[in-house]
Structure formats: C-alpha cells, structure tokens
C-alpha cells in the first residue's frame, strides 16, 4: 500500500529498522530503529559522519544489507519477506551508483551500460539504441568506446549513473557518488543528477558526509548520528534552524562559522568592543531576508549596527545565512532591538558583551539566552 503524506506520494518508507553486525569483538549496532519517509520524486540526501549508519541504511533499501528488524518498503512492496525471485525483480526497480564506479575494466562504455540489459528480450538494435540514448543523457556519448582506464573520474561516474538508469528505475541509490571527485567534477556531476531527477522524475537517494552536496540539491535531510535519526526536515529549514548539535557542526562547515568565532575571539576585535557595544550572530532565513533588519533596528532603537562579518548562501534558491555585528547604544536599546529581531523570527545569539544587556527584563534576557 502506498501511503500519501503531506500531500505527496511516499514511494520508501523505512519503518523501524534495526541492523546488527556481529563482529569478533562482540556485536556493533550500525542501525537501532530508523524510521523515514522519502517522497516519490524527491532528492533526498542522509548525512553523517564515518560510523554514524547512512551507508548501512542505504544498502537496505535495496536489502543488499538485510536489516535484523523492521520493513523497507518501496513502491508498496515490502521487500523483507519478497522471494529470491521477486526480491531480484524488484531490485531491478532501484538504480544505485557508487563512489568508486564500480566499472568492469575489462569492457568498454557500451558494454558496461549495455550489461543490465542482458535477457531484457531487446533487440541488438533495440539495446544499441537505448545504450546510446542514456551516454548522450549522461554526457559522454562520444566515448562509446572508450574502456574505463582511458576515462576521468568524472566521465566514469556518468557511465555509472547510466548503466544505473538502464533498467529505467523509479529510485537511485547514490552512495558517496561525489566523494572521490574534485569539487569542480563533483558541480558537473550534481548538475546531472538534479537534471536526471527533473527528466525522468526518478527518486534519488544520496548519502554524504558532505554538507555543500546537500545545500547543492536535495530538497530533504536526514541527519544520521550513532544508528539513528537526529534531525529531519526541508534542507532550507534544517539550514536556517539546526536543532542537534552534530547538524549545527555540519552546516558551520558551509557557514565558516569556527572561523568567524575565531576572529571574533582575537584581540583586535577585543579593543574593538567599547563599554557599550555588544557582538552578536543574526541569522535568517528567507522568511525574514528581504527586509531591511539591520536599518529598521538602528531607526527604530537608535543604536549603531556595524557588520563586521556575513555569509549567505542560496539554498533552494532563498537565501540562508548569518551577520556578526557590533551592536553600539544604550544597553536597554541593544536588548529591545534584540528582542524585535527574534520577534520577527531572525535569532540573535550575543558572542559577547561587557554586560550591557545581562539586567534587562525578562522579556528582552529570553531573547539573548
């Protein structure tokens, strides 16, 4: 059974999955009871650290790992208690691609996309059609008959991906597929996954340890820590409000944020701070950008806004981001201004200050806690 949340069509739903390997030196709990819905047509994107269960979770979907408990569901098939046979028939449904290509060296591009259509009862002019149709898709037709050894990293993974979509799946699986890529390869190879998914409207799956990948393309997040679920959401979201301290790690790498508390805790920036100034982060989200905060704030409290520091990112096309600003006035003033920001929606967090607003009500103290 198929089940509708939010308006869209769950084509996987994972339900409390457990997964237990058992090693020499006792038993490692990779998953410990992840539940997820991933709509059909979405890029979906599980980030984590080495460790944290997003490579585990991954093969289950497709049961190359067989979790110890719970049901992975994908199209309205339970693929858990599926026969050998429709296990098989079922998985030809579900593309995956890997970080190292996985390629046989020993064919050439034609065959190694042509090879998932083998006993497919395609003509040769049938199958030589379709394998050309998916290089040209993927970019690289004109390497047809190039063997894997004579390709760049880039071009092998297009490869991958085409040999991954010869089947016509409804879901790819994509398994640290930029890791091994430089960043400019790794653009390219993003771009063509985003115009795969647009094209064919095929559900993509990706695993990264890697923020800048989710910011690039996936429209929901997973944060894995320990074996299980940390934090879920629509990635503007998950960006703009991180709630489990491992996401808020991950999105200080897109942000620089370790950097800017660095400088902030220099000593020229101590000199800079004057009895009544404060330093503070203001973060928005697009639901708070477009007005002009930082000029409201100075008319109306009639204090002085330097920035000192800003990085914004387009994340679905809305801008996310944060300011360091010096905060100069009167301490009363600098905690109201405070307060309207939050008000708004636009958190503050106060990096420092000579306790200018530490005695304010308890109205305006919430806002700067």
Same mark, same amino acid.
């Given at each position: ?20 390997f058992v090693i020499k030196s006792g038993r490692v709990e990779a998953l410990k009871g992840v539940t997820l819905h991933i709509k059909a047509g979405q890029i979906f ?31 309205? %098939? ?46 040769k002019v049938q199958q030589e059609a379709k394998v050309l149709k998916l290089l040209e898709l993927v970019g690289i037709r004109e390497k047809v008959q190039a063997y ?118 220099? %000593? ?102």
């Amino acid at each position: 059974m198929q089940v509708a949340v939010n308006g869209g069509r769950i084509l996987i739903q994972l339900c409390d999955l457990k997964k237990t390997f058992v090693i020499k030196s006792g038993r490692v709990e990779a998953l410990k009871g992840v539940t997820l819905h991933i709509k059909a047509g979405q890029i979906f994107g599980i980030i984590g650290y080495s460790g944290a269960g997003k490579s585990t979770l991954l093969r289950c979907i497709n049961l190359l790992e067989r979790p110890t408990s719970g049901t992975v569901t994908v199209n309205g %098939k339970d693929l858990t208690v599926l026969t050998p046979k429709e296990l098989c028939q079922s998985r030809e449904k579900i593309g995956m691609i890997f970080q190292n290509f996985n390629l046989m060296r020993s064919r050439n591009v034609f065959q190694n996309v042509a090879y998932p259509l083998k006993g497919k009862g395609l003509t040769k002019v049938q199958q030589e059609a379709k394998v050309l149709k998916l290089l040209e898709l993927v970019g690289i037709r004109e390497k047809v008959q190039a063997y894997p050894a004579q390709l760049s990293g880039g071009q092998k993974q297009r490869v991958a991906i085409a040999r991954a979509l010869a089947n016509d799946p409804e879901v790819l699986l994509c398994d640290e597929a930029t890791s091994a890529l430089d960043p400019q390869t790794t653009q390219s190879i993003l771009r063509l996954l985003e115009d795969i998914n647009r094209k064919l409207r095929i559900t993509i799956v990706i695993i990264t340890h890697e923020m800048h990948v989710v910011k690039e393309i996936c429209q929901q997040v997973a944060v894995m820590d320990a074996g299980i679920i940390v934090e879920e959401g629509e990635v503007r979201s998950v960006f703009a409000h991180p709630q489990a301290q491992v996401t808020k790690d991950f999105i200080a790498t897109v942000f620089q944020r370790d950097r800017t508390e660095k400088l902030v805790a220099g %000593k020229e920036f101590g000199q800079s701070v004057n009895e009544n100034d404060v330093l503070a982060r203001i973060s928005f989200s697009d639901s708070g950008s477009s007005d002009a905060f930082i000029s409201i704030i100075a008319r109306l409290f009639k204090i002085d806004t330097a920035i000192l520091f800003g990085n914004i990112e387009l994340i679905q096309g809305m801008p996310v981001g944060n300011l360091v600003v010096k905060l100069s006035g009167v301490p009363e003033n600098i905690a109201k201004a405070i307060a309207y920001l939050a008000k708004q929606e636009i958190p503050v967090e106060v990096l420092q200050d000579a306790g200018n607003i530490q005695n304010m009500d308890a109205q305006c103290h919430q806002f700067v806690s």
